[in-house]
């Protein structure tokens, strides 16, 4: 099963929305996850704010797909 790590980011595919992609960033472990994404009214960047543990259960449930681990981490 797929664990996150801190300080990470994930391409992933939202799969609740219709397979979207989006770019999801960790901090620390135990901390906030955020998703990041384009608005489909403007396309201007979004991002959307989870709690560690419920970006975790997005992903256990499968609505969350990580499709590769990005190499680089901007602070």
């Not at 929305?17 to 996850?33: D, I, P």
């Not at 959307?48 to 590769?68: H, L, M, P, R, Y």
Request: with cysteine.
């Amino acid at each position: 099963m797929f664990q996150l790590k801190a300080k990470k980011r994930y391409v992933m595919e939202d799969r609740t929305k219709r397979n979207k992609v989006c770019v999801l960033k960790t901090t620390n472990v135990n901390e906030s996850v955020f998703l990041c994404f384009d608005s489909k009214a403007d396309t201007l960047p979004q991002m959307k704010v989870f709690s560690w543990d419920k970006a975790t259960e997005e992903i256990q449930k499968g609505n969350w797909n990580i499709k590769e681990e990005l190499a680089s981490y901007d602070e």
